[in-house]
């Protein structure tokens, strides 16, 4: 028997949790779960463009558990793709960490609950020139192919 496995820091839980191809009814439809770790690792890996390494201590886990994380993922999303299943978000072994952002106008910095969408504008002084705090802001902050300015 294996050990339980070792609870995964997420930053973010998706709105959304249920996607279905359009035009079919749902009682036709099979079903793929992904977990919510598995949401976090695409976001980070794909979404943000970080290297599995950062994605990895950002998950508090290793990298060769990223990666098994990840493949699971995209194993499960390709086969609903080209199966035409719907896919559901749920489960996994998680625990919420906070969301760092900050204000380019004025340095506040303030965190965000994964559940909460964030604000789009800084509580403290109203710009809405707010990223992400903090390393590895990924692609949307550093570029079109991830390199630093």
Do not use: N
Request: charged share 30%; hydrophobic share 35%; proline share 9%.
């Amino acid at each position: 028997m294996g050990r339980p496995p070792k609870c995964r820091r997420v930053e973010f839980m998706p709105h959304c949790t249920f996607f279905k191809p359009a035009g079919i009814p749902l009682c036709d439809l099979e079903e793929i779960a992904l977990t919510v770790e598995e949401v976090e690792a695409l976001r980070l890996k794909d979404l943000e463009g970080l290297e599995q390494e950062a994605c990895a201590e950002r998950m508090g886990i290793s990298r060769p558990t990223f990666q098994r994380i990840l493949t699971g993922a995209r194993v499960k999303l390709t086969e609903a793709l080209v199966a035409g299943k719907a896919i559901k978000v749920e489960g996994g072994h998680y625990q919420f960490v906070p969301r760092p952002w900050r204000c380019t106008a004025c340095g506040a910095e303030w965190e965000v609950h994964p559940v909460e969408k964030p604000d789009e504008h800084c509580p403290a002084c109203g710009s809405f020139s707010i990223v992400r705090a903090g390393p590895g802001w990924g692609r949307r902050h550093r570029g079109r192919h991830g390199a630093k300015p």
